[in-house]
């Protein structure tokens, strides 16, 4: 992935997506997305936790963290925002190695329900190829996780 400030339109088998019906409203779910202290909670795979250095909500900013795996090691990790509109969607590019573009979309299906869109794409069928068996279930533990985020927002 380029450092581009262009969205990806993906490329057949350049994308894994992601998606759920969530039952809370599409301003939980984004605030959970879009709020460092909530995102941290759930952000990565089960046993991951995270330190955020830096979580820059707009056009051009920048999110940085590291994410400590199970396994004691740190990955850290470095994005740019690209596109944002509030409660609907943003893009980010993950510009840290495995280099790919985040689509993350919300829908509002009734006040109480939203659809949840994320879509990890790849400038190449190559790129995506090689991290699709794994990201698949760990994107899977990622919804998890901020499923039981969203249950104690919403308490």
Known sequence: MEASNKI????????????RIINVSRALVYKA???????????GPN???NTFHEFDLREGGKWSFIMHGPD???????????????????VFNHISPPKFQVHAIFKEITADK?????????????????LRAFVTDKNEENMDRLEAELLSMSL
Do not use: Q
């Not at 997305?33 to 952000?43: G, I, S």
């Not at 740190?74 to 509030?86: C, D, G, M, R, V």
């Not at 939203?114 to 090689?130: A, Y």
């Open 72 to 90: 004691k090691r740190n990955y850290p990790n470095e994005s740019t925002f690209l596109k944002i509109i509030e409660n609907e969607f943003f």
């Open 47 to 49: 046993g991951f936790t």
């Open 114 to 130: 939203t659809g949840l869109i994320f879509k990890m794409v790849f400038n190449t069928e190559e790129e995506c190829t090689k």
């Open 8 to 19: 990806i339109d993906p490329a057949p088998g350049c994308e894994i997506v992601t998606s």
């Open 33 to 43: 997305w879009t709020n460092p202290v909530h995102l941290k909670k759930w952000w």
